[in-house]
């Protein structure tokens, strides 16, 4: 049992587990390090595949559009993160629509991107938020700029502090029913506002001008 | 009898027991004949992401207890704690740790079949 040990010493989850003479094993908690067989001396652990989610695919007027489902009850997504993300094509645009905060999924989602574009409110728990976001990003060391959105609620300390650090704010969004209607019928703003493609399009060249790979 | 772990939230008997078993802040390890105790820090468990329970588990096995007291225990500790033969008495909460003991010795704990909590996904 010694060198079990010492494979469990070496593991950074708990995925393999030794009490007594009883080796248990929890494949959910693997993140696929192969640390396990790295340091097995009798080399009697192998690798095999789980399925962690399904990747969905689809296209609408040119727009090609791929996702990932993760598996009901698992505990990682960047796997499957990482696996969507190979769909992307180097030569297109490509946006990835990350989730909030500054977990392991989110910081998967913005490595090697060339921009990160923050959506925040101006209320108290949006700057909390957002000032933990900043830091991920300025650790990860990518450009960066603000969307404000439902502008013209809460208070302008969002404002502030984006003045204060430097962060161009790229667009405010007001709060609008008329937003609220058409996302819930799963239709786009621009589509429904058309005002606001000029809106858009500026949005993207400023994006552009700022990208990591415009400026390296 | 053989030792009793208890989870506590200080290593004291009059200590509440704490009814989180993987993120509890340790293990009183009880003679419950003698009422002789020593402490088994949990503090490393509490501070994971994930795995606190199987953690927690391996800490109370090395203990050589034969029976762990305390509210809630999740699936993965369930497994690894069977798996070491150490019997479960769950659903117990606003105790000191004493009482625990106590209940036990009046054989007024059930012990545990299954696990009385879902695990924690991050």
């Known amino acids: 049992m010694q060198p079990m040990r010492k494979m469990r010493g070496n593991m950074p989850v ?11 094993s929890f494949p959910e908690m693997c993140h696929s390090c192969g640390g396990c067989m790295e340091v ?52 297109a645009l490509t946006i990835i629509d990350a989730p909030p905060g500054t977990s392991c999924p989110v910081i998967t989602s913005m490595k090697g991107t060339d921009f990160v574009l923050l959506v925040t409110e101006p209320t108290p728990f949006g700057l909390h938020d957002l ?16 969307i404000i959105n439902r ?43 058309p005002e606001w493609k000029e809106k858009f399009l500026e949005l ?11 400026n390296h | ?14 200590s509440n027991i704490d009814p989180r078993f993987g993120r509890a802040a340790g293990f009183l390890i009880v003679d419950p004949d003698t009422l002789d105790f020593s402490y088994v820090d949990n503090g490393s468990s509490q501070a994971m992401s994930q795995g606190a329970g199987i953690q927690a588990a391996e800490n109370v096995f090395r203990s050589g207890v034969k029976v762990v007291l305390t509210g809630y225990v999740g699936p993965k500790a369930f497994q690894s704690l069977s798996a070491a ?38």
Do not use: W
């Open chain 1, 14 to 24: 708990k995925a393999i587990v030794v009490i007594g003479e009883t080796v248990l």
């Open chain 1, 40 to 91: 097995c001396p009798e080399k009697a652990i192998t690798e095999t595949g789980r399925e962690l989610g399904v990747i969905e695919r689809g296209s609408k007027n040119g727009l090609e559009f791929v996702h990932g489902k993760l598996r009901v009850g698992e505990a990682m997504s960047p796997p499957l993160i990482r696996k969507v993300r190979e769909y992307a094509r180097p030569e």
């Open chain 1, 131 to 146: 000032k933990l976001a900043v830091g991920a990003v300025n650790i990860l060391n990518i450009p960066c700029g603000l």
């Open chain 1, 151 to 193: 502008s013209d609620m809460g208070d302008d300390k969002v404002n502030i502090y984006a003045e204060k650090e430097n962060l161009p704010i790229l667009m405010e969004i007001p709060f609008d029913r008329k937003i609220a209607e058409a996302y819930s019928r799963g239709e786009m703003i621009v589509d429904v506002m």
């Open chain 1, 204 to 214: 993207h060249h400023q994006i552009e001008e700022m990208s990591f790979h415009k």
């Open chain 2, 1 to 14: 009898m053989g030792k009793i772990a208890v989870s506590c939230e200080e290593p004291s008997l009059d």
């Open chain 2, 85 to 122: 033969g150490i019997d479960i008495g769950q659903n117990l909460e606003n105790i000191t740790v004493r009482q625990a003991i106590e209940k036990f010795k009046a054989g007024e704990v059930n012990m545990a079949t299954a696990p009385n909590r879902m695990g924690h996904s991050a």
